[in-house]
């Protein structure tokens, strides 16, 4: 019996009404979980509205209907008295009549509870109305949809509420209503004439088996990860004016209060200010030297000290360490500005235009702008600096005495401190005899034991808990100033004078000048703790722990003197062993081969050759199969060996091209106009890294500037973390 096309229509109609219906519930279910709403009531609200509007009846009929309803919704919430008795009317009435003089004031926050109740019972109902003319009159359905996925991802976002299912199922019933929509359609052109059978059979069931399919594999296929960071606590950042080092959810930046580290922060790329210099180096502005279990302090009360014609009276190292004279030019750039100066390690003089009074904070070693006794943030300024490189052989013999003042204030240490890390300082330098040496141990620590570079789900030590004990055997994940600190506590456990630092890295190259100066754009994300160590004979070092970064001092030996001091230039090393790999001894036993070209076991069973054989080949396909799934891996290692063998510039290359090879494969591809500075940058970006930029540089010198002298240690560290990031 063939469908007349009034009674398909018919079908197609509620089917797709009831699709909207189902949509905006997606709408409702938010509610519960971010406001105090009893979401079931206004659900069957909904329902009894929309089965209503559904038949169509008369607007006397469904307005009376619709009424009665409404009102019994407010009698049962908001009254204890029947729905009959008229003294809940007259109050309802009168409360009525208030809330409407309320909205005409335009004091929002004085409407009441039942009132709010009322309107959003009104606004279920009048959606039923605009839903049916959408959905069922003009089928134009698309709007609805999109608004339903708008709304679901931004309640997901910026509130408690987990949309991660509502997404799905508003997939499922918006595939159901496009498809029944488009025939819908197709059936009032009369190009389509279904029977009650086809409905079912060709029409109904491939629908709905197309959407559950696509659903399957939506769910089931590999999903990026975020592109963006979270900016949920970008915004509670920045509403509560949180910055770096304060609070549990915080913006990456320079901030000035340190006295409670830990938490979480989301990274914020925008530029702070361009440096044009000729090396890549720190940009210091301060010291802290009081540990607390919690954070960093300041020992000394804050001396100003006027610093005439701006020249620079400290300096971090002694007149032993071979220098370079370099200038830098800093400029603020976007409206953006420091209190405190940034500075090369050397600095030592500050020139600036506009004629501010220039400060030396004696404490933390930091250096500020006046201007009649009132605190300035200059927008730009330049810096003649002495840029130190530092001898290794030197450092490795400068183990002479400290002094009291020194000792006493740079080993300092909460009297709690845990024992066990003081006792892990010493598991970690019990091989090393030198200051260096222990240093540098503690450095490469960090880097093969398991620890993180990690700026989410970062915690807050509580009442009771230190800072460092908890990161370095609880947590072992955190960012630069939990990898920073805990080293600082390290070294000073076994009465190494060592300082927290905080300022900036060095940041990206924009631009290179024709006299070999290069400008650097520094961001606030490019804020930065790292650790400076004390040798009695030159003065402070940096170093540098945090998993991921690389130190940016220049360091050097005389390779006339000792070729072999060159492994000294090693930058932290993986030194997690490999287990040595298992040698399965398995016994010759002596078969009897029979006439037959079979073999017997004692029990006298008979092994067909063929069976061997077939084993054979299957273990055969087996191993290779395996060997061509591990093919990256094993190339992996024999270019790391060839690395950390060679140790040359044509070796470097090769690992680095292959690096682009196994990104390539990754689904990384670089794109034939783009450069490989910005191929780098991208890639530093989805892995949330510094290395593939740091790398990239060190290949554009060997291959443009011709330059060899390159730190290979460091850089095969560098490689190796890239492509633990690529095929972990």
Request: contains cysteine.
């Given at each position: ?8 229509n ?27 709403t ?8 909904a329902?009894?509205?929309f ?46 009549f ?21 309107l ?10 605009l ?28 509130t ?5 299912f509502?997404?799905?199922r ?31 059979v ?32 970008f ?20 901030g000035?209060n ?18 044009t ?27 100003e ?13 002694s ?49 500020f ?24 052989d030197?450092?490795k ?35 090393q ?17 398991d620890?993180?570079y ?21 947590t ?7 990898f ?11 009465d ?15 631009d ?85 070209g079979?073999?017997?076991n ?26 061509y ?5 094993l ?19 090769d690992a ?10 990754q ?22 890294s510094?290395?593939m ?9 060997t ?21 633990n990031?690529?095929?972990?």
């Amino acid at each position: 019996m063939k469908l007349k096309g009034e009674q398909s229509n018919q079908i197609t109609t509620i089917l797709l009404y009831i699709c909207g219906f189902f949509l905006f519930l997606e709408w409702l279910y938010p509610l519960g979980d971010i406001t105090d709403t009893t979401v079931g009531v206004f659900v069957m609200f909904a329902a009894y509205c929309f089965f209503l509007s559904l038949f169509e009846m008369k607007w006397w009929l469904t307005l009376s209907l619709k009424g009665f309803a409404l009102i019994f919704i407010l009698n049962g919430l908001y009254f204890d008295v029947s729905l009959v008795d008229l003294q809940w009317i007259t109050i309802a009435i009168e409360e009525l009549f208030y809330n409407i003089n309320v909205l005409f004031s335009q004091e929002w926050y004085f409407l009441t509870p039942m009132f709010r109740s009322l309107l959003f019972l009104v606004l279920i109902w009048l959606m039923s109305y605009l839903l049916h003319y959408w959905f069922v009159q003009m089928k134009h359905i698309f709007l609805f949809i999109l608004l339903t996925f708008f709304y679901v991802t931004i309640i997901d976002t910026f509130t408690v509420y987990d949309g991660a299912f509502s997404v799905v199922r508003t997939f499922i019933i918006s595939f159901v209503a496009l498809g029944i929509a488009n025939l819908g359609k197709e059936m009032d052109k009369g190009s389509v004439r279904i029977t009650i059978k086809n409905s079912v059979v060709y029409w109904l069931v491939p629908l709905i088996g197309f959407v559950l399919f696509s659903t399957m594999i939506g769910y089931a296929a590999p999903k990026l990860d975020p592109q963006w960071p979270d900016p949920v606590p970008f915004i509670q950042s920045a509403a509560e004016n949180a910055g770096y080092g304060s609070g549990p959810v915080q913006k990456v930046g320079y901030g000035e209060n340190d006295s409670q580290l830990g938490g979480s922060f989301i990274q914020d790329d925008t530029p702070v200010f361009e440096a044009t210099a000729e090396e890549d180096h720190y940009w210091r502005i301060e010291t802290k030297d009081v540990y607390t279990g919690k954070g960093w302090e300041v020992s000394l009360d804050s001396t100003e000290m006027e610093l005439p014609n701006g020249m620079i009276p400290f300096a971090t190292f002694s007149t032993n360490v071979e220098l370079e004279d370099l200038e830098a030019e800093i400029e603020f750039v976007g409206g953006e500005s420091l209190p405190k100066l940034v500075y090369p390690y050397g600095a030592n003089q500050v020139t600036i235009e506009n004629g501010y009074d220039i400060f030396h904070d004696v404490s933390m070693e930091s250096v500020f702008m006046k201007e009649n006794g009132e605190d300035v943030e200059p927008n730009q300024y330049q810096i003649q600096y002495n840029h130190p490189s530092y001898d290794i052989d030197v450092l490795k013999e400068d183990d002479g005495d400290d002094g009291e003042a020194i000792q006493a204030r740079y080993t300092q240490l909460p009297d709690v401190l845990p024992e066990r890390v003081e006792e892990l300082a010493e598991e970690i330098t019990n091989s090393q005899e030198t200051r260096y040496d222990k240093a540098k141990a503690i450095e490469r620590y960090f880097s093969s034991n398991d620890y993180q570079y990690q700026t989410s789900d970062v915690p807050v030590p509580g009442d009771g808990e230190d800072y460092v004990d908890q990161f370095l055997f609880d947590t072992k994940v955190g960012y630069c100033d939990n990898f920073s600190t805990s080293m600082v506590v390290l070294l000073r456990s076994l009465d190494i004078p060592a300082r927290w630092v905080k300022g900036f890295t060095g940041g990206e190259i924009t631009d290179t000048l024709d006299d070999d100066k290069r400008i650097y754009e520094v961001k606030n994300s490019n804020a930065h703790s790292w650790v400076e160590v004390y040798f009695p004979e030159t003065g402070w070092v940096p170093f540098e722990p945090t998993q991921g970064f690389t130190n940016l001092s220049d360091f050097h030996v005389e390779l006339e003197e000792n070729n072999e001091s060159e492994q000294d230039l090693e930058a932290p090393e993986n030194n997690i062993q490999e287990p040595p790999e298992s040698e399965s001894e398995v016994p010759e036993e002596e078969d009897d081969t029979q006439a037959t070209g079979s073999s017997t076991n004692d029990n006298g069973f008979t092994i067909n050759p063929w069976y061997m054989w077939i084993g054979i080949a299957v273990l055969v396909l087996i191993i290779a199969i395996i060997l061509y799934n591990k093919r990256h891996h094993l190339k992996v290692r024999m270019i790391q060996a060839k690395l950390e063998k060679q140790q040359d510039t044509a070796s470097f290359q090769d690992a680095y091209l292959y690096l682009i090879t196994l990104l390539k494969k990754q689904g990384y591809q670089r794109h034939p106009d783009q450069t490989l500075r910005e191929f780098a940058k991208e890639i530093d970006f989805n892995l949330s890294s510094q290395d593939m930029g740091e790398l990239t540089r060190h290949y554009e010198r060997t291959i443009y500037s011709g330059n060899h002298s390159l730190r290979i240690q460091e850089l095969t560290q560098l490689w190796k973390n890239l492509i633990n990031r690529i095929m972990g």
